[in-house]
């Protein structure tokens, strides 16, 4: 008998209990899953969210590991009762859904499109947007999502480029990396396009110095974390009209605060964190995988590397 603990907020529980057997049971495995935690010492896997009601993993000694129900680990790679392998949720929702909003957004700006729903004025402006093939797209962060994302972009024909930590080679993408290269993509930006980690090393990854180097009326799309932007430096550049546009999915406090800046600046568009969320029949599956993995003697995917910080 595996036994399996739930951690997380008491409305995941809801949500999660029936995609989650049912994923189980399409493994073949006999299991006991339970939000009841209280024997810790006799869990075989954690799976976990942040805001439950574990947060000293001390107890599970007998778990193999905690199989995170987010995709961000900012919010548990640092805690140092956490001794066992954890994992992050990389699902196909979550590609979907994130290269769905990414397109549409990133759409929206090539395609001029607020001009015309917004403008609604009796003035006739007639001039035309480039094709994709002369928009220049830069994709920072080019792992499970940002790839997806450079792709589909790719796919329709824009010119893509993408930064990310380590050298990557991806059809159709030209790919940076190290500070060199990170200054070579923000030079061509016109559509920046922010899907990192968030780190040490990511954390103010656009501030002053990095925004200065954008073309004049660059766009910023950030789905990838708030404190990926400094954002005194970020409306420093927009009401310099540096940056055309800032559409903002993420921010540094959720929910972002009714008094900040943000939410009336003519410049910025604010959507509440929705660009790509976890669902709960695709996650369920990739869980149960792992854990059949993990019974089989197979090595856990999406394994965090806790030096890296993602």
Same mark, same amino acid.
């Given at each position: 008998?595996?036994?399996?603990?739930?951690?997380?907020? =008491?409305? /995941?529980?809801?949500?999660?209990?029936?995609?989650?057997?049912?994923?189980?049971?399409?493994?073949?495995?006999?299991?006991?899953?339970?939000?009841? /935690?209280?024997?810790?010492?006799?869990?075989?896997?954690?799976?976990? %969210?942040?805001?439950?009601? *574990?947060?000293?993993? &001390?107890?599970? &000694?007998?778990?193999?590991?905690?199989?995170?129900?987010?995709?961000?680990?900012?919010?548990?790679?640092?805690?140092?009762?956490?001794?066992?392998?954890?994992?992050?949720? *990389? =699902?196909?929702?979550?590609?979907?859904?994130?290269?769905?909003? *990414?397109?549409?957004?990133?759409?929206?700006?090539?395609?001029?499109?607020?001009?015309?729903?917004?403008?609604?004025?009796?003035?006739?402006?007639?001039?035309?947007?480039?094709?994709?093939?002369?928009?220049?797209?830069?994709?920072?962060?080019?792992?499970?999502?940002?790839? &997806?994302?450079?792709? %589909?972009?790719?796919?329709?024909?824009? @010119?893509?480029?993408?930064?990310?930590?380590?050298? @990557?080679?991806?059809?159709?993408?030209?790919?940076?990396?190290?500070?060199?290269?990170?200054?070579?993509?923000?030079?061509?930006?016109?559509?920046?396009?922010?899907?990192?980690?968030? &780190?040490?090393?990511?954390?103010?990854?656009?501030?002053?110095?990095?925004?200065?180097?954008?073309?004049?009326?660059?766009?910023?799309?950030?789905?990838?974390?708030?404190?990926?932007?400094?954002?005194?430096?970020?409306? @420093?550049?927009?009401?310099?009209?540096?940056?055309?546009?800032?559409?903002?999915?993420?921010?540094?406090?959720?929910?972002?605060?009714?008094?900040?800046?943000?939410?009336?600046?003519?410049? *910025?568009?604010?959507?509440?964190?929705?660009?790509?969320?976890?669902?709960?029949?695709?996650?369920?599956?990739?869980?149960?995988?792992?854990?059949?993995?993990?019974?089989?003697?197979?090595?856990?995917?999406?394994?965090?590397?806790? =030096?890296?910080?993602?």
């Amino acid at each position: 008998m595996i036994i399996i603990g739930f951690s997380a907020p =008491d409305a /995941y529980w809801d949500e999660y209990q029936k995609p989650l057997r049912q994923a189980l049971d399409n493994t073949g495995l006999i299991y006991d899953l339970s939000p009841d /935690y209280a024997e810790a010492a006799k869990i075989d896997y954690l799976v976990y %969210a942040p805001g439950g009601p *574990v947060e000293d993993f &001390t107890p599970f &000694t007998r778990a193999k590991a905690v199989l995170g129900l987010w995709a961000g680990v900012e919010n548990i790679i640092d805690n140092p009762t956490l001794q066992i392998p954890l994992t992050r949720m *990389v =699902d196909r929702g979550l590609n979907e859904g994130m290269r769905e909003w *990414v397109l549409g957004h990133a759409l929206r700006h090539h395609l001029g499109i607020d001009r015309h729903i917004i403008k609604q004025d009796g003035i006739w402006r007639d001039t035309a947007p480039p094709l994709a093939r002369d928009r220049a797209v830069t994709v920072l962060g080019l792992g499970t999502l940002g790839r &997806t994302c450079a792709k %589909a972009l790719s796919s329709l024909n824009f @010119k893509v480029s993408g930064w990310s930590r380590n050298q @990557k080679t991806i059809k159709g993408i030209t790919c940076y990396s190290g500070e060199d290269g990170l200054h070579t993509v923000l030079a061509e930006a016109e559509i920046l396009i922010l899907l990192l980690p968030l &780190t040490r090393e990511t954390r103010h990854v656009i501030n002053a110095n990095t925004l200065a180097k954008l073309p004049k009326g660059a766009v910023i799309i950030n789905a990838g974390r708030g404190e990926l932007i400094d954002d005194e430096a970020l409306l @420093k550049a927009l009401e310099a009209a540096h940056v055309s546009h800032a559409t903002l999915d993420v921010f540094a406090v959720e929910p972002l605060p009714p008094a900040h800046p943000f939410w009336a600046h003519k410049r *910025v568009t604010v959507t509440p964190h929705i660009a790509s969320q976890t669902r709960s029949d695709t996650a369920s599956a990739m869980i149960a995988e792992n854990i059949r993995r993990c019974e089989n003697g197979e090595p856990l995917l999406h394994v965090v590397d806790r =030096d890296a910080g993602y």
